[in-house]
């Protein structure tokens, strides 16, 4: 009995790629994917006018349903604290990023472990690891915590003119989400992420050293 239910726990929060592998094999692996989260959070970023495109949302996930919950959070947060360790740019550490992208991580791995036996369940899935990484990680974790950072630090001024000319008011929670989904164009970056996450699960899952359970 305890087997079985030790099983089915691991089952919930593990990949069936991570379950397969050694315990070294498991190790490298989040530290394969804890890298290349430093490496889109540094470099992989680019600009088209006024919107910063990077690829972090993509690799937060492909990192949870990879890996699973438990190791893709693990994977994207280690990532994160490695990134800022290595070169801060001279800000302070901002934690809510680390768990917005873990949390991101974890709700993908989470989602894509979940059994549905029909006709494109995966995309099912995906769907809803785009729609709750966006309430959750994108507006929940990420916003949030810009919002009371900002809030603390002073608005700027771009902030204060948005939100007064359509609003009327001063920089409200709401008022600031809209600013940082519209203006700054984060929204137009979690298209672009989900995008490519609905076009690559299906190609990675047909290459074997990296084949999940997507059904």
Do not use: H
Not at 4 to 23: D, H, P, R, Y
Not at 30 to 44: G, K
Not at 89 to 116: D, E, H
Not at 173 to 191: D, E, H, M, P, S
Request: glycine letters at 10%; hydrophobic letters at 55%.
């Amino acid at each position: 009995m305890e087997k079985t239910e030790t099983a089915a726990w691991k089952k919930i929060f593990f990949s069936e790629l991570i379950l397969s592998k050694s315990a070294g094999q498991r190790i490298a692996y989040v530290a394969v994917i804890a890298a290349l989260s430093v490496v889109s959070n540094m470099f992989l970023e680019f600009k088209f006018f006024d919107v910063q495109f990077s690829i972090t949302i993509l690799i937060s996930a492909l990192a949870g349903i990879m890996l699973g919950p438990l190791s893709g959070f693990a994977a994207c947060y280690i990532g994160d604290l490695a990134g800022y360790i290595y070169n801060s740019w001279g800000y302070i550490y901002m934690p809510w990023v680390g768990l917005s992208t873990g949390m991101l991580a974890f709700l993908g791995g989470l989602i894509m472990n979940i059994r549905l036996n029909f006709k494109g369940a995966v995309y099912v899935k995906l769907a809803a690891i785009c729609v709750l990484s966006f309430l959750v990680c994108t507006v929940g974790i990420n916003s949030t915590g810009f919002y009371f950072y900002n809030r603390a630090m002073g608005f700027s001024t771009a902030v204060v003119d948005y939100v007064s000319e359509r609003f009327g008011t001063g920089v409200s929670y709401f008022g600031y989400v809209a600013y940082r989904l519209f203006f700054k164009g984060q929204i137009w970056n979690n298209v672009f992420n989900y995008a490519l996450l609905f076009a690559l699960v299906p190609v990675l899952n047909a290459v074997k050293p990296l084949k999940i359970n997507i059904g």
